[in-house]
């Protein structure tokens, strides 16, 4: 069984950066053929991708974030990590990491982290 | 970008009926569809993927079909806890896009 949990500030302000870890509990960062990714689900709204990243370090960003986010993972600590600049109220929103085989779907989920962009 | 447009918005069912889901892609994403299920408060579950293949534990009341850019999400007949709101997702092609949504109520 494979578990995620994202961590990270619940409160960032406006024009800061944001930044969230994943952590994953199973072996399968570093034996399985997976990306890593994240979706946020603003409060009250659908799920939007932002970005994933192969276990060798390959990101894939969404173009409506690209400009000001990084994705990255380090298979030996199995963490992903997310960091978004210059924060906007609009960036409020649940975070979830999740594992992505590819073409599939994505098959596990962290249970999400709540960041809230406020002053 | 891949847009996904899912319809309708909302559906309104009674416990023990039947319901369609519909999803709809910008361009041919063969089979490479998945479907979400997100209750209440909860953290979404893949329900589908490869278009019709169950994911591990899903009930048979959940079928999916299609291909292309049409793709159907049916429920057989809806209980207490299928009242949720689905997504789908196409992972045909970076970046990867997901639909507005349907939510499915109690009538």
């Known amino acids: 069984q494979v578990q995620l949990q994202e961590s990270g500030p619940g409160l960032v302000k406006p024009s800061e950066t944001l930044s969230l870890s994943c952590t994953v509990s199973?072996?399968?960062?570093?034996?399985?053929?997976?990306?890593w990714g994240w979706i946020r689900q603003p409060p009250g709204k659908g799920l939007e991708w932002i970005g994933s990243?192969?276990?060798?370090?390959?990101?894939r960003y969404s173009p409506s974030f690209q400009s000001r986010i990084t994705i990255s993972v380090d298979t030996s600590k199995k963490q992903l990590s997310l960091m978004l600049i210059s924060a906007t109220p609009a960036d409020t929103a649940v975070y979830y990491c999740?594992?992505?085989?590819?073409?599939?779907?994505?098959?596990?989920w962290g249970p999400g982290t709540l960041v809230t962009v406020s002053s | 970008e891949i847009v996904m447009t899912q319809s309708p918005a909302t559906l309104s069912v009674s416990p023990g009926e039947g319901v369609s889901l519909s999803c709809r892609a910008s361009?041919?994403?063969?089979?490479?569809l998945a479907w979400y299920q997100q209750r209440p408060g909860l953290t979404p579950r893949l329900l589908i993927h490869?278009?019709?293949t169950r994911a591990t534990g899903v009930p048979a009341r959940f079928t999916g079909s299609g291909s292309g850019t049409e793709f159907t999400l049916t429920i057989s007949s809806l209980q207490s806890e299928d009242f949720a709101i689905y997504y789908c997702?196409?992972?045909?092609?970076?970046?990867?896009?997901f639909g507005g949504g349907t939510r499915v109520e109690i009538k």
């Open positions: 997702q196409q992972c045909n092609a970076w970046p990867l896009t």
């Open positions: 199973a072996d399968s960062m570093t034996s399985g053929d997976y990306h």
């Open positions: 999740g594992r992505y085989p590819g073409y599939t779907g994505y098959d596990y």
């Open positions: 990243v192969y276990h060798n370090g390959a990101p």
């Open positions: 490869g278009a019709s």
């Open positions: 361009q041919n994403i063969n089979s490479r």
